[in-house]
C-alpha cells in the first residue's frame, strides 16, 4: 500500500527540505520512494507544494486530489487550499500561522474566517504554533523541525529513525538544535 | 558493484553523462534543466561551463563533439530555439564523438512562457529524441543515447519534462566508463556544410533516420508489456507512470525512442490489443505519425494538449470520476512575487511612480508585471526587452517611447540582450534601457554568469563589466545607480527618458538570496505614527501587512532591511533598526 505525503505552504518556507527529509526516512525503512519538488518561478513567495510517496512499488510521483494520508500545511491558508486532496480519513498538521498573499496586502482579496474550525467540519486537523516553540527554543529557524516532528507521530516511524535523518540533512552547527525542535514537536501531539 | 540511492531526474541525468565517459558540457541556466550542469560540476572528470547562451552552449558541445570527445548541452525547451540554428546543421553534420542535447520541456509552464513539445523540433531537424521516465531511466538512457549517437553518426537529444527533472527517486549507480578520444581528421564533406556538402548530407541524414526507425524494433529502451489484450496504451515519459497506477494490467507499449518511431512495432502492439490509446503530454507527435500510417488509435479527442497530464486526469477519462472525495475550498490566489529586499521592488517602485511603461524580459523581474507594482507591460523571450522597444520607437516615433524603458538582468542581458543594444545604437535609437543588475542569474537559483566573475566550476574569472561594454559599442550614455537610492534612480531615469539620447541605465544592488550576505538590520513599524496612508503597501513587500485596527507591521523574519518602505514613509513611522 503506498503511503502519499503532502507538504504545502509558501514558497521560502523549506517545503523542500521537509520533503527530502520524509523521503530519506521512508528510504532507510526500505521502501520505494519518489519525492516531486517546486524549482524555479513559483518558489518566490508562491503557494508551494511538495510530495512524498512511499511504499513496495511507486509510480507517479505525485499526490493527487483525494489520495493524500497526511498532508502537513506551513501556514492556514494553504491548508485551505489544498485540503481536498486528503483521503477521507487523511490527517491535516497545520502550523497555525497566517501570511497574507499580496491579493490580501492589497486589499483585492479577504483573509478566510475560521479556517481551522471549517476545515475539522470533514477533516482530523491537528494545530500547532510552531513559531512559538522555535522561539521559545532561541531559533525561529527550527520551525519546519518542530512541524515535522509534530506531523511525524502522523506519518509512523520511530523517533530514533526520524532524529538519524534529521542529523544528516540539516546544516552541521545546527543539530542540536534542530533535534530538539524536532523532539518538541514531536512530544506536543 | 552497484549502489541504490535516490536521485532528482536532473542529478541522475548528470550521473548518466558521467557514466558514459562525457568530457564536456556547456549550458545556460533554464529551469527545469539548470541542476544538471550544477550536478555535472561535481564531477572533475567532467569540464562544466555556462554558456552566455544555448546557442553557444549547443556549439561548443559540437566543437568538442568534432575533436572526439563525448559531449553535451543542457536547456530548457525554449533554450533550443536559440540553440535550434546549430542543431539543424549538427543534424548533417552528425558526430565524431558522441552529442546529445538535454532538453527539458515545462508543460504546464510552472517556469516558462510556452508549452512547446521538443519531440517536434526532432522530427523536424531528424534528430533522434528519447524520453525516459524515471529517474533510473534519465541516467540509463543518457548512456544509451551516447551509444546510440556514435552508432548512427548523429546528436541526440534526450528529452525531460518537469515531473522527471524534479522528482526524485531510486537509482543504481554504475562505474564510469572511460572513453577513449576519437582521432579527428579533416573531411570537408561532412564537417563543412557549404552546398554541395549538405546536399550529399541530407542524403545520409534521410537514410540514418530510415534505418533508426528499422532497427527500434529491437531497441531495449522501447517496451511492449503485452497483459490484458482488451485496453491498450501507447505512452512514453512521465505519462506512462499515470498509466501503470491507474491501469496497472493494460497493456502498454512504452516508447523509449520517441523520434523516429518503429512501425513495426507500433503495428504488432496495435494487432495485439482491442483498443489503442495514446498517452502522451502536450502535441499528438505519436498519435499523428500512428494515424497517418492507417491505424485507428484514441488520442488527443479524448486528452487535453495542455498541462501535466495525471492519474486522475486518466480515470475522469477512462471512468468518469477520479478519486476526490472533498470539494476544493475557495482560497485567495498566492502568485509568486519578488523576494523582501529584491532590489528589483526598488526600481520598479521608482517606475510606478513616474507611470513609465516597461517592455520586460525573462527573470524574476517579470514579476514587476502584477499588482501592485504593475509596470511590466510586454514579456517575450530572453532579450526581447531591448529589441522590442527599439521597435516601437522605429513604428511610432521617438516621443511614442518617452513613458518606456526597457528593463532586462544582468545574466539575460549577456544572454541575447546585447544583440539587441548593438541594433539600437547601429539604428539611432534614443531609447532608455535599464539593465537590472542583481550580480546573479536570479530565477533559475543563482548560478553565475560571464559579469559575476565565477565560473560555474566555483574558479575565479575576469568580470566583464557591463557599463564599458556598453560604452564599447557605442551606447552614448551608460549610468550606474544603486538600484535602493530611490532618488537618485528617479531624476535618472526622468532625465533619460525626456533626452534624445540612447541611454543605458544600470540598477545594481545584489539579489538578497545570494549566499554569504548578511543583513544586520530590520525595518521596524512605528503604529502610534502610522496614519494609514498606504503608500508602503504599494511596493508590494510581503513582509509588510496590516494591523486590524489598520495601521501597519513589518514581519522581522522576513524582512531584510533594505529600507525602502522607509523611504515612502511620509510620517517617519518606519525606522531601520539592528538586529
Given at each position: 500500500m503506498t503511503k502519499n505525503i503532502m507538504i504545502v505552504g509558501v514558497g521560502g518556507q523549506g517545503t523542500l527540505l521537509t520533503s527530502r527529509i520524509i523521503g530519506k526516512v521512508a528510504l532507510d525503512a526500505g521502501h520505494d520512494v519518489k519525492i516531486s519538488e517546486v524549482h524555479g518561478m513559483a518558489q518566490r513567495g508562491g503557494s508551494v507544494v511538495t510530495f512524498v510517496r512511499y511504499g513496495d512499488k511507486v509510480c507517479e510521483p505525485v499526490v493527487e486530489e483525494g489520495q493524500a494520508d497526511v498532508i502537513i500545511a506551513f501556514e492556514r491558508l494553504e491548508a485551505q487550499r489544498y485540503a481536498h486532496f486528503l483521503k477521507k480519513d487523511g490527517a491535516l498538521i497545520v502550523n497555525d500561522c497566517r501570511i497574507d498573499p499580496m491579493t490580501v496586502v492589497i486589499g483585492a482579496k479577504e483573509y478566510p474566517e475560521n479556517i481551522i474550525e471549517n476545515l475539522k467540519k470533514n477533516h482530523k486537523v491537528y494545530t500547532i504554533d510552531g513559531q512559538k516553540i522555535a522561539i521559545e527554543l532561541g531559533?525561529?529557524?527550527?520551525l519546519n523541525s518542530v512541524v515535522l516532528g509534530f506531523a511525524a507521530s502522523s506519518i509512523g516511524f520511530s523517533k530514533e529513525e526520524w532524529l538519524k535523518v534529521v542529523e544528516a540533512t540539516v546544516p552541521p552547527k545546527t543539530i542540536e538544535i534542530n533535534k530538539k525542535a524536532f523532539v518538541c514537536g514531536f512530544e506536543a501531539k | 558493484m552497484s549502489k541504490k540511492t535516490i536521485m532528482l531526474g536532473n542529478e541522475a541525468i548528470a550521473r548518466g553523462a558521467y557514466e558514459a565517459g562525457v568530457k564536456l558540457s556547456s549550458a545556460y541556466p533554464g529551469t527545469p534543466s539548470t541542476e544538471i550542469s550544477e550536478y555535472l560540476a561535481k564531477y572533475d572528470e567532467i569540464y562544466t561551463e555556462w554558456a552566455p547562451n544555448e546557442k553557444v552552449a549547443a556549439e561548443v558541445a559540437i566543437g568538442a563533439s568534432i575533436s572526439g570527445v563525448r559531449s553535451l548541452a543542457c536547456m530548457k525547451h525554449v533554450g533550443l530555439n536559440v540553440a535550434s540554428d546549430p542543431l539543424y546543421t549538427f543534424s548533417y553534420i552528425g558526430v565524431n564523438g558522441g552529442s546529445v542535447f538535454v532538453v527539458a520541456d515545462d508543460p504546464g509552464m510552472a517556469s516558462s512562457q510556452n508549452e512547446q513539445d521538443t519531440r517536434m523540433i526532432g522530427r523536424a531537424s531528424h534528430v533522434p529524441v528519447l524520453e525516459p521516465s524515471d529517474s533510473q531511466e534519465a541516467k540509463d538512457f543518457m548512456v544509451y543515447a551516447y551509444e546510440l549517437s556514435e552508432k548512427y553518426d548523429t546528436p541526440v537529444i534526450l528529452r525531460t519534462t518537469t515531473k522527471l527533472a524534479h522528482s526524485q527517486s531510486a537509482v543504481e549507480l554504475c562505474e564510469r566508463k572511460e572513453v577513449s578520444d576519437k582521432e579527428y581528421s579533416r573531411q570537408v564533406s561532412k564537417y563543412v556544410m557549404m552546398p554541395a556538402s549538405a546536399i550529399g548530407r541530407h542524403l545520409v541524414v534521410e537514410q540514418r533516420e530510415k534505418d533508426m526507425a528499422k532497427d527500434a524494433?529491437?531497441?531495449?529502451?522501447n517496451k511492449m508489456e503485452i497483459n490484458d489484450t482488451k485496453i491498450g496504451f501507447i505512452t512514453c515519459g512521465i505519462a506512462y507512470q499515470y498509466v501503470k497506477e491507474v491501469c496497472p494490467n493494460a497493456s502498454v507499449l512504452k516508447l523509449g525512442l520517441v523520434n523516429p518511431l518503429s512501425k513495426e512495432l507500433i503495428e504488432s502492439f496495435i494487432n495485439q490489443v482491442e483498443t489503442v490509446y495514446v498517452f502522451e503530454e502536450l502535441e499528438p507527435v505519436i498519435e499523428e505519425q500512428v494515424r497517418a500510417w492507417g491505424f485507428d488509435v484514441k488520442g488527443k479527442e479524448l486528452f487535453t494538449r495542455q498541462g501535466e497530464y495525471s492519474a486522475n486526469l486518466l480515470r475522469r477519462v477512462l471512468f468518469g470520476k477520479d478519486e476526490a472525495c472533498f470539494d476544493k475550498l475557495d482560497a485567495p490566489a498566492r502568485p509568486p512575487i519578488l523576494c523582501p529586499g529584491c532590489p528589483h521592488r526598488s526600481t520598479f517602485s521608482v517606475l510606478n511612480k513616474l507611470k513609465i511603461h516597461a517592455s520586460g524580459d525573462i527573470g524574476?523581474?517579470?514579476?514587476?508585471?502584477?499588482?501592485?507594482?504593475?509596470?511590466?507591460d510586454t514579456t517575450i523571450c530572453m532579450g526581447a526587452s531591448i529589441s522590442a522597444l527599439h521597435g516601437m520607437e522605429k513604428a511610432r516615433g521617438k516621443d511614442y517611447i518617452k513613458n518606456w524603458v526597457a528593463v532586462i538582468g544582468d545574466s539575460t542581458f549577456l544572454h541575447t540582450g546585447i544583440n539587441s543594444l548593438i541594433n539600437m545604437v547601429y539604428n539611432k535609437s534614443t531609447a532608455t534601457v535599464m539593465i537590472l543588475d542583481n550580480r546573479t542569474t536570479g530565477m533559475t537559483g543563482h548560478q553565475e554568469h560571464a559579469a559575476t566573475g565565477k565560473t560555474l566550476k566555483g574558479e575565479e574569472t575576469y568580470a566583464i563589466d557591463l557599463a564599458e561594454l556598453c560604452r564599447a559599442i557605442g551606447v552614448p550614455s551608460v549610468i550606474t545607480v544603486n538600484a535602493f537610492d530611490v532618488k537618485e534612480l528617479e531624476k535618472t531615469i526622468k532625465e533619460s527618458v525626456a533626452s534624445d539620447t540612447l541611454t543605458v541605465i544600470i540598477s545594481k544592488a545584489p539579489c538578497v538570496?545570494?549566499?554569504?550576505?548578511?543583513?544586520?538590520n530590520y525595518c521596524k513599524a512605528e503604529p502610534e505614527k502610522c496614519k494609514k496612508c498606504g503608500m508602503c503597501l504599494r511596493i508590494g513587500c510581503p513582509a509588510i501587512t496590516k494591523n486590524e485596527d489598520g495601521t501597519i507591521k513589518i514581519d522581522a523574519t522576513m524582512c531584510n532591511g533594505c529600507g525602502l518602505c522607509r523611504n515612502y514613509c511620509k510620517f517617519n513611522a518606519i525606522e531601520t533598526v539592528e538586529r
Amino acid at each position: 500500500m503506498t503511503k502519499n505525503i503532502m507538504i504545502v505552504g509558501v514558497g521560502g518556507q523549506g517545503t523542500l527540505l521537509t520533503s527530502r527529509i520524509i523521503g530519506k526516512v521512508a528510504l532507510d525503512a526500505g521502501h520505494d520512494v519518489k519525492i516531486s519538488e517546486v524549482h524555479g518561478m513559483a518558489q518566490r513567495g508562491g503557494s508551494v507544494v511538495t510530495f512524498v510517496r512511499y511504499g513496495d512499488k511507486v509510480c507517479e510521483p505525485v499526490v493527487e486530489e483525494g489520495q493524500a494520508d497526511v498532508i502537513i500545511a506551513f501556514e492556514r491558508l494553504e491548508a485551505q487550499r489544498y485540503a481536498h486532496f486528503l483521503k477521507k480519513d487523511g490527517a491535516l498538521i497545520v502550523n497555525d500561522c497566517r501570511i497574507d498573499p499580496m491579493t490580501v496586502v492589497i486589499g483585492a482579496k479577504e483573509y478566510p474566517e475560521n479556517i481551522i474550525e471549517n476545515l475539522k467540519k470533514n477533516h482530523k486537523v491537528y494545530t500547532i504554533d510552531g513559531q512559538k516553540i522555535a522561539i521559545e527554543l532561541g531559533n525561529s529557524k527550527v520551525l519546519n523541525s518542530v512541524v515535522l516532528g509534530f506531523a511525524a507521530s502522523s506519518i509512523g516511524f520511530s523517533k530514533e529513525e526520524w532524529l538519524k535523518v534529521v542529523e544528516a540533512t540539516v546544516p552541521p552547527k545546527t543539530i542540536e538544535i534542530n533535534k530538539k525542535a524536532f523532539v518538541c514537536g514531536f512530544e506536543a501531539k | 558493484m552497484s549502489k541504490k540511492t535516490i536521485m532528482l531526474g536532473n542529478e541522475a541525468i548528470a550521473r548518466g553523462a558521467y557514466e558514459a565517459g562525457v568530457k564536456l558540457s556547456s549550458a545556460y541556466p533554464g529551469t527545469p534543466s539548470t541542476e544538471i550542469s550544477e550536478y555535472l560540476a561535481k564531477y572533475d572528470e567532467i569540464y562544466t561551463e555556462w554558456a552566455p547562451n544555448e546557442k553557444v552552449a549547443a556549439e561548443v558541445a559540437i566543437g568538442a563533439s568534432i575533436s572526439g570527445v563525448r559531449s553535451l548541452a543542457c536547456m530548457k525547451h525554449v533554450g533550443l530555439n536559440v540553440a535550434s540554428d546549430p542543431l539543424y546543421t549538427f543534424s548533417y553534420i552528425g558526430v565524431n564523438g558522441g552529442s546529445v542535447f538535454v532538453v527539458a520541456d515545462d508543460p504546464g509552464m510552472a517556469s516558462s512562457q510556452n508549452e512547446q513539445d521538443t519531440r517536434m523540433i526532432g522530427r523536424a531537424s531528424h534528430v533522434p529524441v528519447l524520453e525516459p521516465s524515471d529517474s533510473q531511466e534519465a541516467k540509463d538512457f543518457m548512456v544509451y543515447a551516447y551509444e546510440l549517437s556514435e552508432k548512427y553518426d548523429t546528436p541526440v537529444i534526450l528529452r525531460t519534462t518537469t515531473k522527471l527533472a524534479h522528482s526524485q527517486s531510486a537509482v543504481e549507480l554504475c562505474e564510469r566508463k572511460e572513453v577513449s578520444d576519437k582521432e579527428y581528421s579533416r573531411q570537408v564533406s561532412k564537417y563543412v556544410m557549404m552546398p554541395a556538402s549538405a546536399i550529399g548530407r541530407h542524403l545520409v541524414v534521410e537514410q540514418r533516420e530510415k534505418d533508426m526507425a528499422k532497427d527500434a524494433y529491437n531497441f531495449p529502451i522501447n517496451k511492449m508489456e503485452i497483459n490484458d489484450t482488451k485496453i491498450g496504451f501507447i505512452t512514453c515519459g512521465i505519462a506512462y507512470q499515470y498509466v501503470k497506477e491507474v491501469c496497472p494490467n493494460a497493456s502498454v507499449l512504452k516508447l523509449g525512442l520517441v523520434n523516429p518511431l518503429s512501425k513495426e512495432l507500433i503495428e504488432s502492439f496495435i494487432n495485439q490489443v482491442e483498443t489503442v490509446y495514446v498517452f502522451e503530454e502536450l502535441e499528438p507527435v505519436i498519435e499523428e505519425q500512428v494515424r497517418a500510417w492507417g491505424f485507428d488509435v484514441k488520442g488527443k479527442e479524448l486528452f487535453t494538449r495542455q498541462g501535466e497530464y495525471s492519474a486522475n486526469l486518466l480515470r475522469r477519462v477512462l471512468f468518469g470520476k477520479d478519486e476526490a472525495c472533498f470539494d476544493k475550498l475557495d482560497a485567495p490566489a498566492r502568485p509568486p512575487i519578488l523576494c523582501p529586499g529584491c532590489p528589483h521592488r526598488s526600481t520598479f517602485s521608482v517606475l510606478n511612480k513616474l507611470k513609465i511603461h516597461a517592455s520586460g524580459d525573462i527573470g524574476c523581474y517579470t514579476l514587476g508585471a502584477v499588482a501592485p507594482l504593475g509596470v511590466v507591460d510586454t514579456t517575450i523571450c530572453m532579450g526581447a526587452s531591448i529589441s522590442a522597444l527599439h521597435g516601437m520607437e522605429k513604428a511610432r516615433g521617438k516621443d511614442y517611447i518617452k513613458n518606456w524603458v526597457a528593463v532586462i538582468g544582468d545574466s539575460t542581458f549577456l544572454h541575447t540582450g546585447i544583440n539587441s543594444l548593438i541594433n539600437m545604437v547601429y539604428n539611432k535609437s534614443t531609447a532608455t534601457v535599464m539593465i537590472l543588475d542583481n550580480r546573479t542569474t536570479g530565477m533559475t537559483g543563482h548560478q553565475e554568469h560571464a559579469a559575476t566573475g565565477k565560473t560555474l566550476k566555483g574558479e575565479e574569472t575576469y568580470a566583464i563589466d557591463l557599463a564599458e561594454l556598453c560604452r564599447a559599442i557605442g551606447v552614448p550614455s551608460v549610468i550606474t545607480v544603486n538600484a535602493f537610492d530611490v532618488k537618485e534612480l528617479e531624476k535618472t531615469i526622468k532625465e533619460s527618458v525626456a533626452s534624445d539620447t540612447l541611454t543605458v541605465i544600470i540598477s545594481k544592488a545584489p539579489c538578497v538570496l545570494i549566499k554569504g550576505q548578511k543583513f544586520p538590520n530590520y525595518c521596524k513599524a512605528e503604529p502610534e505614527k502610522c496614519k494609514k496612508c498606504g503608500m508602503c503597501l504599494r511596493i508590494g513587500c510581503p513582509a509588510i501587512t496590516k494591523n486590524e485596527d489598520g495601521t501597519i507591521k513589518i514581519d522581522a523574519t522576513m524582512c531584510n532591511g533594505c529600507g525602502l518602505c522607509r523611504n515612502y514613509c511620509k510620517f517617519n513611522a518606519i525606522e531601520t533598526v539592528e538586529r
